[in-house]
């Protein structure tokens, strides 16, 4: 069974930095790109990053480029985001997801809660 | 504002057909990209609804099934029913932006 848990949420003040961990189990994790999508609370999804399967190629939502940083351990299986100089704005569950062959988002985390306030 | 667009609501009586559109770009949608769906309850992650443009993944009903035509694509639900009052967005690849894209998400109500 394909599983993804994020972790690494939780109350910070705005400039801060927060790591925010995916681990995922069930499949083959090299063979995937993978994403971090953020949802503030009552609004829709917006997509933040992205990382292919070796973790040689990256790209950013203009919201968060320069700030954030997405990385992968394949040996751990995991995903990471590094958020660094955290606005008001960045509050929001993130997501991680795997993309599938035709590009779309088959398997979700259930998210986890990142508070940027003073 | 989202690149895709989205009604922000729709909603019909149980049995009833509904559809949501997604409307995008040259850069997007009409770029070739293809267009996915997610349906995401109250409370939960977004599940994958529709994926390159009409396949359901094996869980979902054939209730449900999109469509794509020049920059715009579109989810249609029939027969509705009650557990279908869910929020709903479409999700593109953008070449300009080098991203996913998603739309501002439509919340469907069964009256």
Redesign the interface.
Known sequence: EVQLVESGGGLVQPGGSLRLSCAVSGFTFIDYWM?W?RQAPGK????V??INGDGSST????AVKGRIIISRDNAKNTVFLQMNSLRVDDSAVY?CARE?S??????????TLVTVSS | Q?VLTQPPSVSGAPGQRVTISCTGSSSNIGAG??V?W?Q?LPGT????LI??NT?R?SWVPDRFSGSKSGTSASLAITGLQAEDEA?Y?C?S?DSS?????????TKLTVL
């Open positions: 994403h999508v829709g999804l917006v997509w990053a992205r790209s950013y939502a203009d997501y599938d035709v590009s779309s988002f088959d398997s979700w985390g259930q998210g | 989202s990209s293809d996915h997610y995401q992650a977004p599940k994958l994926y390159g396949n993944p929020d967005y999700q690849y932006l080098s991203g996913s894209v998603f739309g501002g998400g």
